[in-house]
């Protein structure tokens, strides 16, 4: 078959999220000639979903705010499993980042002094989020996605990439089609930077939208990388519980920030009985004092509400199971009975649109049903610190789909800032590295590239008798089920298994229609991608024997000092995941003394 | 006005839908209350003010005939009385054009006269009978752009009509403390067209829209701000001034014929 | 709680289509997207629909249902009753690609158009200070989720395919209005929004506000100002004079 559309770059970026747009600028501003290509339409990354802000120590309400205590802040929420180096270079450099972003036109919300306003946000000590009412990332997704335009950055949309091409181990372009057409495309790019996202849409109940299928670490692993820590995912404590069809849909953590209290249903402020020993020095231990941090946050503690997402994920599962949850199976989250109808309508105007519109609900006049849902993998393809280079010649990932930033648990706010310190980062040497090849370029085999368009149309050709729908609804119930978020041994090891089997079933997969616009077989070809991913999720979290951030184990409910540690990391072996661990990056020492202070 | 007319064939490359509009709801309503009003003022008006007569019954002057420029006029007001005695034609000849051109190139009116005159469109979604479209890029709709004008006009005759509903608490030796239904008329008449007046778009450009910096102008701001707040019920202010001038005119009118006595309070 | 809905889907593509009549079940608390996703898992795997978040945030799943431009995500089936067959059809301006997906590219051009951002130094400090009031009008413009319900709605370009050169379109009229009010931006975009966007062409019919999702006030905030600003520069020789006598830009 010669019917594929070719096109030559120096670096393809893969994702147009904050992160994919990040990177196609920076490499573009080096010189590369640069190629983004994404599956929706431009703009439409699910980065839009992100509300609270952006976290950098700009210290514009806070002086005493500086990079080594964004660092700390990092470092603590993600159980010390994070990369120091990543954390450090992420503290370091998200400040200019955002800046940057006003450059390029962003509006944030402004002091009384007319600088960007931050605010309070879960795991950080001091006000620090930048932010847009509740619409940080559309802004900055729409800052970026103009100031590709303005640079006449190509964009091709609704185009997945399906493989990655590689000649003698390093990286050679990507294969995929449009979707609209069905058209195929070959990409030739010594340089590919995945900026992918996550994996939500491999569980029932998450706030991902449809492109978080794990593409972009299904494609690192089968090209021969490494994915670090999958076992870390983080369940947002609020997500939306009803109706039914919006399930999981995020409320954001400033609800809290900004005065909301979660209850269950007995009226209780639970979280006070959730604070754990690791924060029990900075968390409030009374309603008075917690709503006294409100009004002075330099005298009083934090309240609970604001632990790290884990925690509070965590106790509200606890809550619902033993029997105090709300109707709807979550818990109360209240901010109509202590702040005014206009306060609430002004500083969430989102959060008010999203309940009235969804589900019927006056934010302002009654309490919100809210419960955990699958948000975000801290795990992903494991990268150098400083450049976002992969163990893949030519292939760099940053932002969800990279690993190692965040540890065993995000903060709220971090991922903002780590799409555009490391979306740079990731632009700029992959450009560097574009351009250190000069003509020395591998290059795609046409058999592979014939072998690529054959898996491709295998849906259409297969006598099998599954429905890619079904399936995926059969995975998504799975991964709820058994890797979700209170895990056990036996539970695992059950999913791994039905996983084979689904793995078996996916081959089967036969879709009807033609290859124009035919989201049957979009989500047929996604499904592989799911499996891998889902595979590479409960292997780890198999392997994993303690309870740390974003994976809580009930047969190893502690954490375990020699786990903190490991990596655990998945590589791909006779189409399968090999699991192995690796001992952490040592931290240097003047690092580990900001950790000895208090 | 059928909802499922079909007007023409759809565009080359667009989905090959025929029906003018797949709204099912009622929404020839809108436009068709519009016009049915706005025409009804029109020809109300027009009449009223071709008529010439009966627009005074002491001590009030019906505010389509406001100023009083005729030296028929009685002694109590105080506008310039220019139109000499040989002039026949009614005075609303020099007075109309103002006000109604302010209404005619309102940004509220163009959309309910584009909408429910020329269908252009007659509601959302819904085609329009029209091959050609040009909007206001040429004459005379390109005149529309000179709004700002009407409205400097428009806020002298505010003040001319708040000025008559002023003298509308003098009784009829010219005494103050009158206060009687053609009074309250002329006060709702003028407090309406005035809010009118102020809440038109163009003032608020003028007052601070123009500005990209108000917090370098802190008392444009503040205008800006209440004017704006007035501009977000500028289709209600629309409404209501037009209906009240109107029955201003005809009460007056009828005092002013005999038909009946005007209603005093004190 | 479960009942069936019928529903009246077009399929088809630039070639040829028609309404298909489908009976669906349908959920309490369920939007017009549920359905069709319920619709391709059982009875339809290849129906066509563009969407995203399915919570209103990204303005993917565009079309119109029984007439009406709409979110379907943020349509719920509670505002139409259990009997009534729902019509759910691709945007209506724009070509169709396939069943309720259409090619919006006329969109990402005249993105292209618009001269971007060029903002004044910093000040010396290395920050740029904007007080909250001088953001305010442009935040409420960059709401926008550019879902192109405005563009689709526009009579202008709706019905009349032949002004699509000469028009941007509501969407960029406020893209327009926020770079022209933004406090650090240095460019004079009055003449731009009328010669290369086709202000002119606008009849403030409001359409575009009445359908648009975010509530932002497209007509009364974005146009009207614009086309003021337009006629202070176009139309208003006073303003023009004052501008000569007084050396003031703003």
Redesign the interface.
Known sequence: MTDIERHAYDVVVIGAGGAGLSAAIEAHQQGAKTAIVCK?????A?T??AEGGIAASLGNLWPEDNWQVHFRDTMRGGKMLNHWRMAQLHAQEAPDRV?EL????A????TG???ISQRDFGGHRYARLAH??D?TG??MI?TLQ??A??LGIDVF?ECTITQLLAGNGRIAGAFGYRR?SGQFLCFEAPAVILATGGVGKSYKVTSN???YTGDGHALAVRAGGTLINMEFVQFHPTGMV?????RG??VTESVRGDGGVLRNSEGERFMFNYITEYFKAETADSEEEADRWYEDKRNNRRPPELLPRDEVARAINAEVKAGRGSPHGGVFLDIASRRSADYIRKRLP?MY??FK????VDITAEAMEVGPTCHYVMGGVEVDPDSQASTVSGLYAAGEVAGGMHGSNRLGGNSLSDLLVFGRRAGTYAAEYAASLGGDRPRASEEELAGFERTALAPFSEEGDE????LH?DLQDLMQGLVGIIRTGEELKQATKQLDEMKERVRRVT????R??????HLALDLHNMLLVSESIAKAALERQESRGGHTRDDYPTADPEWGQLNVICREADGGIEISTQPLPEMPEELKALFEEK | MSAQTTVQAPTPGRARITARTMRKDRWWIGPLVTAVVLGGFVVYGTWAALVNANYYAEPYLSPLYAPCLTSSCPEQLLEPRFLADWWILTPALFILPFPLGFRLTCYYYRKAYYRAFWGSPPACAVGEPHKRYTGETRFPLILQNVHRYFFYFALIFAAINIEHAILAFRNHEGEWGHMGVGTLFLVANAVLLTVYTLSCHSCRHITGGRLNHFSRHPVRYWLWTQVSKLNGRHMEWAWASLVVVALADLYIRLVANGTITDITFF | MGYDLQLRVWRGDAAKGDFIDFTVEAEEGEVVLDVLHRLQATQAGDLAVRWNCKAGKCGSCSMEVNGHPRLSCMTRLSDFDRAETISVSPLRTFPVIKDLVTDVSFNYEKAKEVPAFAPRPKDPDGTYRMMQEDVERGQEFRKCIECWLCQNTCHVIRDHEENKPAFAGPRYFIRYAELDMHPLDTNDRRTLTDKQAGIGLCNITKCCTEVCPEGIKITDNGIIPMKERVADRKYDPLVWLGSKIFRRGE
């Not at chain 1, 006003?102 to 036109?105: F, N, Q, V």
């Open positions: 929706s339409l431009l703009g439409k699910h839009v979903m800046l006003e450059e390029w036109g509006l944030f919300d402004r002094d007319g600088l847009v009412g619409r559309l802004e729409r103009q100031r335009v303005q949309m609209e939208s449809w492109e009803w109706p039914p069809s919006v849909i995020l989102s649109h999203q519109e969804l589900a019927d429905n890619p729908y079904a609804k879709v009807e229609g033609g124009q616009y035919n989201p049957g077989w």
